[in-house]
């Protein structure tokens, strides 16, 4: 499984993808079901890193954790019409165990609106009661009938990170999208992720939704992938689940609700991006093991430069950093490949030179420079690689980000520039939905949305019109 190799990322993404997650130990395939993946510790530990950035975030923006069944009713599913045609060709129901039928027919989770809004009524009585925010992060269930991808593409989404709010007034629920699109472009920074932030358009809008906003950013195929959605739902599931509440002046109103997730697909897409043709690199603060020592040992020199080696170890563990040795029969160079395809951020050297001089060798990850520093400044210079670290990845992300958005004025160039160099290309839009199905139509791309506030002057790609917008056009995963 550990296999080394060098691919280049570019050109044979799926290659590299595919064998990157198995040789660094993120995830099995094996396991016999379709799109379920079997977790690896390592990879484990980047996701639990990951989330509890956006769970921190969440906590501090006043959100409260908590958690819902994973079985749905059938009728309750059914309750929303749109959100049930929308979810009706991915949603897993049960209905009997081994021997025997079940009475009702149950469905698993493939996100949780309706088990969320069916108690949603019972708390939220009064105004006093709004605005109410949660969220969970659990595993909901999805029968994507597309091609699975490992992380990217799955049926079984081990954590699905929903925030679900109730508010009293529309205002108070626009104030709350952009509380989570706040939220979130926190979160994809603190990953040190480029994204675009579109609104979806009508025709692609989520099942039962008002509006929604997506994030997007560019995979390495430069092809568009979805990071989070950011949902206002008005209140036609108020409405569909009886959630009415009392306003100040004593007469009734159903809630306006927001909802948002995110997934481990960010796991994926942060491996993706920011990884090179030698495998992973993670940003340090979500990197399953920030440093890894290497003690480069000559017959004769064991002892000393193992007890720096221990010495280091336990220096950098005290100060909380996630560290680990090597202390495995494999040459150096094997070591050096191994840890820089499972992402390691800065690995440390140490040899019977290093222990004579007093210092030891760093090497960063992100540009293999090495670096010789005092033993008693390992610690300092370790804190600022690990910024600089997360800068550097944070700006070629942008710049992959940007170099790839294309824009053009007529159909046929936007079709010429996607064939030529794929990535984003944005065409000038009347804001007309059967206009903007027929791009997509005649250019053969998908329409990832549009930027509300982004300036425009020019007439339509397609009808001729003035134009009200860009509609960014790509593919997406
Ligand atoms: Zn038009």
């Not at 609700?257 to 997934?263: A, F, L, M, W």
């Not at 490949?337 to 030891?360: A, F, L, Q, S």
Request: a negative charge; one cysteine or more.
């Amino acid at each position: 499984m550990a296999k080394v190799s060098i691919i280049n990322k570019v050109t044979n993404f799926s290659e590299w993808y595919d064998n990157v997650v198995e040789a660094a130990d993120i995830i099995d395939k094996r396991y016999p079901v379709k799109g379920m993946l079997v977790w690896k510790p390592y990879g484990f530990k980047a996701l639990k890193l990951t989330m509890r950035i956006l769970e921190d975030l969440l906590d501090e923006y006043g959100h409260e954790e908590a958690y819902f069944p994973m079985l749905v009713p059938e009728e309750v599913f059914g309750l929303e019409k749109d959100f049930l045609e929308g979810f009706s060709g991915e949603t897993f129901v049960v209905e009997r165990t081994i021997s025997r039928n079940l009475q009702r027919k149950f469905l698993l989770r493939p996100t949780s609106e309706t088990v969320m809004y069916y108690m949603f009524r019972y708390w939220i009585k009064s105004y006093r009661d709004l605005p109410l925010k949660l969220y969970q992060t659990v595993n909901v269930f999805r029968y994507e009938t597309e091609h699975t991808r490992p992380i990217l593409r799955v049926r079984e989404i081990i954590r699905f990170n929903e925030s679900h709010t109730a508010h009293a007034t529309p205002e108070d629920a626009e104030r709350q999208i952009k509380e989570a699109i706040e939220v979130y472009s926190k979160f994809f920074n603190a990953l040190d992720l480029a994204y675009i932030i579109l609104r979806t358009p009508k025709w692609d809008t989520f099942a039962g939704a008002e509006y929604n906003y997506d994030f997007f950013t560019l995979m390495p195929d430069r092809r568009a992938i979805e990071l989070g959605s950011v949902i206002n739902l008005g209140q036609k599931f108020a409405k569909a689940f009886e959630i009415v509440f009392q306003k100040e002046d004593g007469t009734h109103e159903y809630a306006y609700q927001t909802c948002y997730g995110v997934s481990e697909r960010v796991v994926g897409v942060l491996m993706s991006v920011h990884g090179d043709d030698r495998g992973i690199i993670f940003p340090p603060n979500v990197a399953p093991i920030q440093i890894i020592i290497i003690p480069i040992v000559y017959k004769g020199t064991e002892d000393i430069v193992l007890k720096k080696v221990e010495r280091v170890f336990k220096q950098l563990k005290d100060k909380k950093f996630r560290v680990k040795v090597d202390y495995s029969e494999k040459s150096p160079g094997e070591k050096f490949y191994y840890w820089e395809m499972k992402g390691v951020p800065i690995r440390i050297e140490i040899g019977p030179r290093d222990v004579e001089k007093g210092v030891v060798v760093l090497v960063r990850r992100d540009t293999l420079e090495k670096i010789t520093v005092k033993d008693e400044e390992i610690e300092g210079k370790i804190r600022e690689l690990f910024e600089e670290i997360k800068r550097e990845l944070s700006s070629r992300s942008e710049k992959w980000l940007n170099e790839n958005i294309f824009s053009a004025e007529k159909l046929e160039d936007a079709v010429r520039i996607y064939n030529e160099k794929k990535g984003i290309v944005k065409v000038p839009w009347c804001g007309d939905d059967e206009c903007g199905q027929k791009i997509e139509e005649e250019t053969g791309l998908e329409a990832l949305g549009f930027d509300p506030e982004e300036k425009i002057d020019g007439i339509c790609s397609l009808c001729g019109r003035p134009a009200k917008h860009y509609m960014y056009l790509g593919k997406k995963y």
